[in-house]
């Protein structure tokens, strides 16, 4: 069974510039969330997105932006790139909709470690 | 504010010993999730528990809803098991609005 697929691994972008990220989910689950971890912060929660929908945003700035395609893929955008937007960007999947008492609730990708020069 | 605390922040243990990990939240939480992050990124998730007791091979989880306190105890530690361990809760009803504590980073030495 394939796990969350996140590409690309790695990517290095200029100020200014924008760059959009993708996760694909394990197949059935249909909840996609989207983290970003920086070593001053930690990791912080960006989006939730369940059937194409956002259900929830983090506290970042207009910025950052994401969607789900009726795949459950799902994309995020990063626009006018800024230094501190260096980060790893993590997705995590899961086939529930609500808060489950499975031991294992969520999947998460290998992340893609972005770096803004 | 809803937060979630870890202690300690770093912890170096000899092969073989009994581990524990803790974690404090905030209200606003309804469960929590355990973490394991290894050097590269990746992240694994461990437990999810809402209430009492998880057990996985070594890694055993506790959780007590009206302390709002959660423990990970890794029994024999092996240098395999040196990650950095990262409690998160779910926030507002959302599964994946999780808050994040700061992590453990434990080293364990042969």
């Known amino acids: 069974k394939a796990g969350v697929t996140q590409t690309p691994r790695y990517l290095i972008k200029t100020r200014g510039q924008q760059v959009t990220l993708s996760c694909s989910p394990i197949s059935g689950h249909r909840s996609v969330s989207w983290y970003q971890q920086t070593p001053g912060q930690g990791l912080q929660f960006l989006f939730e997105y369940f059937s194409e929908t956002q259900r929830n945003k983090g506290n970042f700035p207009g910025r950052f932006s994401g969607r789900q395609f009726s795949n459950s893929r799902s994309e995020m955008n990063v626009s006018t790139l800024e230094l501190g937007d260096s980060a790893l960007y993590l997705c995590?999947?899961?086939?529930?909709?609500?808060?489950?008492?499975?031991?294992?609730?969520?999947?998460f990708g290998s992340g893609t470690r972005l770096t803004v020069v | 504010k809803n937060e979630v605390e870890q202690s300690p922040q770093n912890l170096t243990a000899q092969e073989g010993e009994f581990i524990t990990i803790n974690c404090s939240y905030s209200?606003?939480?309804?469960?929590l999730h355990w973490l394991q992050q290894h050097p590269g990124g990746g992240i694994v998730s461990l437990f999810m528990?809402?209430?009492g007791k998880k057990k996985h091979g070594r890694l055993i989880a506790t959780i007590n809803i009206q302390e709002k306190h959660s423990s990970l105890h890794i029994t024999a530690s092996h240098p395999r098991d040196s990650a950095v361990y990262i409690c998160?809760?779910?926030?507002?009803?959302?599964?994946?609005?999780?808050?994040f504590g700061k992590g453990t980073k434990l080293s364990v030495k042969p």
């Open positions: 998160a809760g779910p926030y507002g009803g959302s599964q994946g609005n999780l808050i």
């Open positions: 995590a999947s899961s086939h529930r909709d609500r808060p489950t008492h499975m031991s294992y609730g969520y999947t």
């Open positions: 209200v606003g939480i309804s469960a």
């Open positions: 528990l809402s209430s």
